[in-house]
């Protein structure tokens, strides 16, 4: 099972970017997909959720309004990322809850930075 994440890189303030999380190994179509995040000295937190299919999306408040999650039919979820903010860089990781495990990506860096 292998969950890659993508997209990352350094933007300024008010930009923009679109985070891809690709999986194989695991049939995601019927779960949830989560994206977290990690700044240096803090505890990864939630950033937004999926259901399958899209069916439903749940956001951190800090979030809301400026991220958007989505998915793909089969194996791709994606953050589209706007109006960032420098409080927003981090290291972003992909997760699905599988067979009783959390299952991680090893995350993309966002650095949002004049």
């Known amino acids: 099972v292998q969950l890659v994440e993508s997209g990352g890189g350094l933007v300024q303030p008010g930009g923009s970017l679109r985070l891809s999380c690709a999986t194989s190994?695991?049939?995601?179509?019927?779960?949830?997909m989560s994206w977290f995040r990690q700044s240096p000295g803090k505890e990864r937190e939630f950033v937004a959720r999926?259901?399958?299919?899209?069916?439903?999306t749940d956001y951190a408040d800090s979030v809301k309004g400026r991220f958007t999650i989505s998915r793909d039919v089969v194996r791709t979820v994606y953050l589209q990322m706007n109006s960032l903010k420098p409080e927003d860089t981090a290291m972003y990781y992909c997760?699905?809850?599988?067979?009783?495990?959390?299952?991680w990506g090893q995350g993309t860096q966002v650095t949002v930075s004049s």
């Open positions: 997760s699905v809850f599988y067979r009783g495990n959390q299952l």
């Open positions: 190994g695991i049939v995601v179509s019927s779960l949830h």
């Open positions: 999926i259901g399958p299919g899209g069916s439903g």
